[in-house]
C-alpha cells in the first residue's frame, strides 16, 4: 500500500499535520508527502545541499553517518513557505520546475488525476506542486483522486479537467520549446559567421 493510500485511510490527516508541533520528527516519505514532491526528488535535494535542512544521526562505532534521515517539521514548513509561488509560469522558477532543455520537458512530474467511477476514463487536474493547500488536502481525501507521476509533454496529451489549467503548461511548454530554438539557431548563426570570417582570413 502506498503513503498516500495509507493516509486516506487515516482520519483527519492533514489536521493532524497542522496540530503536531514544530519539532515533530517526520521519516521521508511522510517528508516528501507534505512538500508533494517525491521521495527520489527529495534525496536529490539532500545531495546537491538546496533543499529542506534535515537530520541524520552519526553511527556509535564509526565517524560515517549512517542512511536513516529524518526532517523536523519546522524546517518543511519554513523550506515549504519560501517557495510559494502566485502562479503556474513562477512556479516553473522553483527548483524542480525550471525547464532549460528538452530532458526536463520529460521527466516525470507529479500530476493530480481523477478517475470516473468505472475507473474507464482520467483526466488530469493539476501539478501537484502548484496545486494550493486547501485542494491539496481535498483531493487527498478523495478515493477516486490520486498523484500520477508523467512528464509535461506526455500530460498535455492527455484530457484536463480544466482548460486554462491545462493553457498555462501548454504555454509553459512553448515558451520553453521556442527558447531552445533560438538559442540553436543564434549558435548556428554565430558558428556560421566565424566559419565564413576564417575562411576569409586565410
Not at 495509507?6 to 519539532?23: A, H, I, K, N
Not at 536529490?44 to 529542506?52: H, I, M, W
Not at 483522486?145 to 509533454?153: A, D, G, L, M, R
Not at 493553457?167 to 520549446?177: C, M, T
Request: proline share 3%; with cysteine; net charge negative.
Amino acid at each position: 500500500m502506498s503513503v498516500v493510500e495509507t493516509l486516506r485511510e487515516l482520519s483527519e490527516v492533514w489536521q493532524l499535520f497542522g496540530d503536531m508541533p514544530d519539532d515533530t520528527t517526520l521519516g521521508v516519505d511522510l517528508a516528501a508527502l507534505y512538500l508533494g514532491i517525491s521521495v527520489k526528488t527529495l534525496a536529490r535535494y539532500r545531495q546537491n545541499g538546496d533543499g529542506p535542512t534535515y537530520v541524520q544521526y552519526q553511527s556509535e562505532d564509526s565517524k560515517a553517518r549512517n542512511q536513516r534521515v529524518n526532517y523536523l517539521l519546522k524546517d518543511l514548513r519554513s523550506w515549504r513557505d519560501s517557495h510559494r509561488v502566485s502562479s503556474t509560469m513562477h512556479a516553473a522558477q522553483v527548483r524542480g520546475l525550471a525547464f532549460t532543455c528538452l530532458s526536463d520537458l520529460t521527466e516525470p512530474q507529479p500530476f493530480w488525476q481523477i478517475t470516473n467511477n468505472t475507473g474507464s476514463t482520467s483526466k488530469i487536474i493539476s501539478h501537484a506542486l502548484t496545486t494550493p493547500d486547501d485542494i491539496f488536502r481535498q483531493l487527498l481525501e478523495e478515493p477516486n483522486k490520486k498523484v500520477i507521476w508523467t512528464s509535461i509533454e506526455e500530460a498535455l496529451f492527455k484530457d484536463w479537467i480544466n482548460v486554462d489549467e491545462r493553457k498555462k503548461w501548454n504555454d509553459l511548454f512553448n515558451e520553453v520549446l521556442n527558447y531552445l530554438i533560438k538559442s540553436s539557431n543564434a549558435a548556428l548563426e554565430k558558428q556560421t559567421i566565424e566559419t565564413a570570417l576564417n575562411l576569409k582570413g586565410m
